[in-house]
T-cell receptor
Framework: ETGVTQSPTHLIKTRGQQVTLRCSSQ?????VSWYQQALGQGPQFIFQ???????GRGNFPPRFSGLQFPNYSSELNVNALELDDSALYLC???????????????FGEGSRLTVL | GENVEQHPSTLSVQEGDSAVIKCTYS??????FPWYKQELGKRPQLIID?????GEKKDQRIAVTLNKTAKHFSLHITETQPEDSAVYFC??????????FGSGTQLTVLP
């Protein structure tokens, strides 16, 4: 069984640039969530995708956007990067979605973004 | 929305002693409470979870207790070992169906 994979593992951008992070969910999982983890803090919920639609969003501005594809893989896009966007971005998949989504999250290793 | 507070932020124990980490939550609709262990540079990994219809759950040296009335839950690790050293996060699923994490506890087990 393939776990959650993310790419790239590390990247460096400058303020104002745009970035796309990618995630392949674990086999059989149809729900993908994205979290931002700043250094020394707990993960913060960005949004969740279930069956290719956004299924919940945290307190992040519209310049954070996402997609989910028919194979349940997902992308996180961040426009107009700011210094505070520097963080570890974690993707997590789960086998349930919609109203029943109280299941375990399986995390990828994350993409570490540095904004200079 | 949901708010999860976690204490203490750092915890040092001697090998073989017990460690207890406590969390409180705000959303009375929360019904799922996982605990994650994160080693330096690694992904968070689920170590134990509990649902709101259960008061206590145990898995070998790890146990979690839940008090729905007081809206708090705790992680108990007995017979601690050096490999238990890591950052531990509690989390809760609120009515928005998203996991809200605590701020983490850095556990250090001294040999």
């Amino acid at each position: 069984e393939t776990g959650v994979t993310q790419s790239p593992t590390h990247l460096i951008k400058t303020r104002g640039q745009q970035v796309t992070l990618r995630c392949s969910s674990q086999s059989g999982h149809n729900t993908v969530s994205w979290y931002q983890q700043a250094l020394g803090q707990g993960p913060q919920f960005i949004f969740q995708y279930y069956r290719e639609e956004e299924n919940g969003r945290g307190n992040f501005p519209p310049r954070f956007s996402g997609l989910q594809f028919p194979n349940y893989s997902s992308e996180l896009n961040v426009n107009a990067l700011e210094l505070d966007d520097s963080a570890l971005y974690l993707c997590a998949s789960s086998p349930t979605g919609g109203k029943a989504n109280t299941g375990e999250l399986f995390f990828g290793e994350g993409s570490r973004l540095t904004v200079l | 929305g949901e708010n999860v507070e976690q204490h203490p932020s750092t915890l040092s124990v001697q090998e073989g002693d017990s460690a207890v980490i406590k969390c409180t939550y705000s959303d009375s609709a929360s019904n799922y409470f996982p605990w994650y262990k994160q080693e330096l540079g690694k992904r968070p990994q689920l170590i134990i979870d509990i649902r709101s219809n259960v008061g206590e759950k145990k898995d070998q040296r790890i146990a979690v207790t839940l008090n729905k009335t007081a809206k708090h839950f705790s992680l108990h690790i007995t017979e601690t070992q050096p490999e238990d050293s890591a950052v531990y996060f509690c989390a809760a699923t609120g009515s928005a169906r998203q996991l809200t994490f605590g701020s983490g506890t850095q556990l250090t087990v001294l040999p």
